[in-house]
């Protein structure tokens, strides 16, 4: 493959990528919109994950990996925490800090090359490139995104339309 086809190529990867993030936060604000305080914060067992605190796991991946990972911001996530927190915070006071984070995340991909796409970050101790770290977040957030589907139908037995 030649230069102009590389330049090609990670410009599709990047617009593409910037497209699947717009289009997941699309769903879970669909998802959300769905569900009462109850239904957000619900938990059947122990072991199964709220929306909320998908939610708010969605956005630490999502800050660390890209915000900060790539973007260069300093990093101070305390993932545990996204999953113990038990306390009902409002739908709109989590959907509010992911949405920055995404638009913070488009930012920072709008503003990569394709010769940054090869460019290797330190990212939850693993040495990855800027490419990767990419892959893993559209992949990662799509997975709890359909978590958050299903959960979404289970709780109020609609057809979401997508």
């Excluded at 970050?121 to 893993?136: C, E, F, M, P, S």
């Amino acid at each position: 493959m030649n230069p102009p086809q590389m330049d090609a190529l990670a410009t599709e990867f990047i617009t593409v990528s910037r497209a699947e993030l717009k289009e997941k936060l699309q769903q879970i604000e669909a998802c959300v919109a769905q569900l009462t305080a109850e239904q957000l914060w619900n938990r059947r067992h122990e072991t199964e994950n709220a929306v909320g605190n998908l939610l708010l796991h969605l956005r630490g991946n999502v800050q660390q990996w890209l915000v900060c990972g790539v973007g260069g911001h300093s990093d101070n996530r305390d993932r545990d925490a996204e999953f113990a927190d038990r306390v009902p915070t409002p739908a709109e006071d989590l959907l509010r800090p992911l949405r920055e984070t995404l638009a913070g995340v488009d930012a920072v991909l709008a503003g990569l090359s394709a010769k940054d796409l090869l460019n290797t970050r330190q990212i939850q101790g693993r040495k990855l490139t800027v490419l990767h770290a990419i892959y893993h977040v559209v992949e990662h957030l799509s997975g709890h995104v359909g978590q958050i589907i299903w959960a979404t139908k289970r709780a109020t037995g609609r057809d979401l339309g997508f």
